[in-house]
């Protein structure tokens, strides 16, 4: 079963373009990356997908329904973000008490012991809090709910490195207990993949990849060597990126579909065949310039 | 690098070939894999079936997944094969620097001894 399926779907600010002609699905029980640049339509999409904003164009369905206005969307959906709306006046401890009674998953157990590992004060308000505390608790809120569909938007906004560990840790731990849909954007790819599922990838509000995020990691090769070489090498393939590396060498990556041999015969040739990892293939797939940011210091 | 689901596999057919895993005695789950590896089941669950496309895990409906009687002789094939085709690639490395073959095997002569005084 599908929780998110999107057709065609479209998004105008005014002139502005944020989502154009989008068409993906998200089956249920599974963890989604949405990566992609700033600006690419990420938060777009979720808070469509949330049922926070309208589309303009084109279909969404959330668990079988169009999700703006829908309060059985918003009763299966709970959204993380660093600008969540939460009363100003309670403390964290009331905070959660109060989020207790809108959740009927709710798992209170689950919050006091993550509320405690990270030693947040029960007393102090949410407003008080440092820019990666309040990440951490938002993401407290986030996991105890146990949503059917549970949305992070950039959750890891000023938490640091062993408290991001310990929440992706938290998270899967928590997914394989209680499997429900997660869509977690971020820009840290690296940190996140071996968690993932799937992970969609957007541009300029449009879909550029949707795929297993295992397969991320196999879907470029690089060839570095002589030009002309990897020129004959790379002839014909779909040519991601490509960099000068000293004087009559270069850098090419480019999906790959050689066949081994063809890879053996490369490194014959004297090419080295490099990885690219899953987090660099979403950069050169997003970029604009396909020498990156060394065509600014390139003026010849 | 090699993706996740390899290494895990090799990881699995190590832990058969050691030993700590025995024939028909039931694998991880890719729960528990997901669990120990930190990593998305469904690539957990990648490791196991190519596991079970090679004959090295049997499945059980509803039970889960099993050593098969012959996972440690198909294992052995494979990394004998394995050995094989590294032989090859180094083969041609020697060949490439003009090394010779007899001088290629004492080279693995001494190497083996080595190993060998290490392990003493």
Same mark, same amino acid.
């Given at each position: 079963m599908n929780v998110i399926e999107c057709r065609g779907l479209s998004k105008r600010f005014g002139r502005t373009v944020a989502l154009h002609d989008l068409s993906f699905s998200i089956k249920e029980n599974t963890i989604t990356g949405l990566v992609g640049p700033n600006g690419a339509g990420k938060t777009t999409l979720l808070k469509i997908a949330a049922g926070f904003l309208r589309k303009t164009a084109g279909e969404i369905k959330v668990f079988s329904s &169009? &999700?703006?206005?829908n309060l059985k969307v918003s009763a299966n959906t709970f959204f993380v973000d660093d600008n969540m709306a939460l009363p100003a006046t309670l403390n964290l401890s009331e905070t959660l008490d109060a989020a207790r009674r809108f959740y009927p998953n709710w798992d209170h157990q689950l919050a006091l012991r993550l509320f405690d590992y990270f030693s947040?004060? &029960? %007393?102090?308000?949410h407003k008080n809090l440092s820019k990666g505390m309040k990440s951490t608790f938002n993401m407290i809120v986030g996991l105890s709910a146990r949503c059917a569909l549970t949305i992070f938007?950039? &959750?890891?906004?000023?938490?640091d490195a062993a408290v991001r560990k310990d929440f992706y840790r938290a998270l899967l731990q928590d997914y394989l207990q209680h499997p429900r849909t997660i869509i977690f954007s971020s820009h840290l790819l690296k940190e996140i993949e071996d968690i993932l599922e799937e992970v969609l990838l957007l541009r300029e509000g449009q879909k550029r990849l949707h795929l297993p995020a295992d397969q991320l990691r196999e879907y470029a090769v690089g060839l570095r060597g002589e030009e002309d070489t990897v020129k004959r090498f790379t002839a014909g393939k779909e040519i991601y990126r490509r960099e000068q590396f000293g004087k009559n060498s270069i850098f090419a990556a480019v999906r790959n579909s050689f066949t081994k041999t063809e890879l053996q015969e490369a490194c014959a040739a004297g090419l080295e065949v490099l990885p690219v990892s899953a987090e660099d293939l979403c950069i050169y797939l997003t970029s604009?310039? %396909?020498?990156?940011?060394d065509d600014v210091f390139n003026r010849n | 690098m090699k993706p996740i689901y390899l290494q895990l596999s090799e990881w699995l057919e190590t832990e058969i070939l050691s030993g700590n895993i025995t024939a028909g005695e039931k694998i991880y789950s890719q729960y528990q894999l997901a669990e120990m590896f930190n990593i998305n089941p469904a690539t957990a669950a990648k490791g196991l079936n190519i596991l079970a496309d090679e004959k090295i895990l049997y499945k059980k409906r509803g039970l889960g997944m099993f050593v098969s009687p012959e996972a440690g002789e198909i294992i052995l094939r494979k990394r004998r094969e394995q050995v094989r085709a590294r032989l090859r690639e180094l083969v041609k490395e020697a060949e490439l620097l003009d090394i010779s073959e007899s001088e290629l095997i004492t080279m693995i002569t001494a190497a083996r001894k080595r190993n060998k005084e290490e392990r003493a």
């Open positions: &169009p &999700p703006f206005n947040l004060n &029960p %007393r102090q308000l938007d950039e &959750p890891t906004v000023g938490m604009r310039s %396909r020498g990156g940011i | -």
